[in-house]
């Protein structure tokens, strides 16, 4: 089946505390993205990746880092958490303009 | 910049009425557009896209969409809604990969729709 696996789906953490957030798909898919969602504000895109070791900042890109050593993983990490950084986290991937394959999500609580 | 605005927040629809969800864009040539869903607690699904040609484009789960270039507008139709379709819809406007983003896509800030029985 086709998919976008995040894990995990939940984290409570701490100011501070390094965290990663997985992402991994098997469509063998090319552009891979990560999304986060705000009440009010929508998907704002964070990072995109249009290929292995071919990343780039999407519209927020402050706080966060990735990295695309693999084509089918696409982690995001988070150095030193801030509660600003409390959200819900998509990953996605895409052969074709804009048909974006989207993961379940992942909610960060950052305490 | 592209852009894209959903003017209504929430929507409450009977179940069994029909349905539109508008959205409208801003972008300075012809534009790549997208509807999503977000069923609650999962992550979003494609339901439709219009790239060219035909302005109204069948999708999934019995949705509809139709470019009106003279109104900026990709609004959503559903001639019957159903319990199952309450969720988060999302209208996005894409420049393809040359515009910057592996997507390119901007997402407006959604429209809740409930279902009434």
């Known amino acids: 089946e086709a998919q976008v696996t995040q894990n995990p789906r939940y984290l409570i953490t701490v100011t501070g505390k390094k965290l990663t957030v997985t992402c991994s798909q098997n469509m063998n898919h090319e552009y891979m993205s990560w999304y986060r969602q705000d009440p009010g504000l929508g998907l704002r895109q964070i990072y995109y990746?249009?290929?292995?070791?071919?990343?780039d900042k999407g519209d927020v890109p402050e706080g966060y880092k990735v990295s695309r050593k693999e084509k089918r993983n696409f982690p995001l990490i988070l150095e030193s958490p801030s509660p600003n950084q409390t959200s819900l986290y998509f990953c996605a991937s895409s052969i074709a303009v804009g048909e974006l394959f989207f993961g379940e999500g992942s909610r960060l609580t950052v305490l | 910049a592209q852009s894209v605005t959903q003017p209504d927040i929430h929507i409450t629809v009977s179940e069994g009425a029909s349905l539109e969800l508008r959205c409208n864009y801003s972008?300075?040539?012809?534009?790549?557009l997208f509807w999503y869903v977000q069923s609650p607690g999962q992550g979003l699904q494609l339901l439709l896209k219009y790239f060219s040609g035909d302005t109204l484009v069948q999708g999934i789960k019995g949705f509809e969409a139709e470019f009106k270039r003279s109104q900026s507008s990709f609004n959503l139709r559903k001639p019957s809604v159903h319990w199952s379709d309450a969720a988060e819809y999302f209208c996005?406007?894409?420049?393809?990969?040359?515009?910057?983003?592996?997507?390119?896509?901007?997402f407006g800030k959604g429209t809740h729709l409930i279902i009434q029985p």
């Open positions: 996005a406007v894409g420049a393809g990969y040359s515009g910057g983003g592996a997507d390119g896509l901007t």
């Open positions: 972008y300075g040539a012809t534009p790549y």
């Open positions: 990746s249009m290929n292995v070791e071919v990343t």
